[in-house]
């Protein structure tokens, strides 16, 4: 019974596995190009085939999962250095981009710093910032705008002349939905928080003209073993997507999960990289 309300009143809430199913992996974890980089943070690079012709060439950084609180300022440190490096067109979050309510007064200072890297910064909720049903999304919109973030929630915003970013909300206590047409001739993104989310757009057919989706949130699994990979992960689907790029049967959508910046629920790493990942458009 819980089941069957849960399908009617809380659709995104419900695993549909026979979606999941139709995402084949193209490059996984152990695939990915890896770049040059000293420090914890490794730079993942993914060349993309640009969807419109004004798109090509240009770079765009997508992180996820910094769970700041403070005292992992040296990590924000360490990741704005490696994007200044990269001079991206654009920056992405997918969300949980804080940790515990009472730590909030110090993310305007990560904010600030990542803002600096790029002329453009877009971020989406997450279940952290979902988490704090207190906190309205007027509260969120006016809190990432005070630091040179846009902040999307079932919104869009267009890239110059080449891109389209819409950002949905998370399965977490919200609603995701694709509320507008993506438009012709431009690099349509799909930024979410979680692989999840993507699965169930798919499942109410509001993917198909998107030609990318990022998120993360499954932080990899956290712990990989040795030709084994991930044991676990937070996602309906478990260790199906807890890293890399898959493709949509029958479709030009391309989906990239990132294993994430920081730790969620223990907090160390065990044979998985914390990654920021560079898109080129080709």
Known sequence: MTELINSIYFPASVPRYRH????????????????PAHGRIKIVRYRIKAAADRARG?????????????KEKELVLELAGKIKQLSPDLILCGGDFTANAAELKELPECLEILAGCSPLCITVPGNWERGKEWLDQKFWHSFFAGSRW???C??????EDWGWVYGSDDNSRGNPDVLELPPEKRQNILLVHRPDTVVYLDWERKINDFHLAVCGHTHGGQIRLPFIGALTAPS???????????????????MIVSTGVHHAS??????????????EFQ
């Not at 309906?236 to 391309?254: E, P």
């Open 20 to 35: 999941a199913a139709l995402w084949r992996c193209l490059e996984t974890y152990d695939d990915a190009e890896l770049l």
């Open 150 to 152: 846009h902040y999307l």
């Open 154 to 159: 079932n919104e869009s915003m267009p890239v």
């Open 236 to 254: 309906f689907y478990r260790t199906r997507f807890t890293g890399g790029v898959f493709a949509r049967n029958d479709s030009d959508c391309r």
């Open 266 to 279: 223990f907090p160390w790493r065990f044979n998985c990289r914390r990654e920021v990942i560079l898109l």
């Open 58 to 70: 240009k770079k765009i950084i997508f992180f996820s999962d910094l769970h700041y609180s403070g």
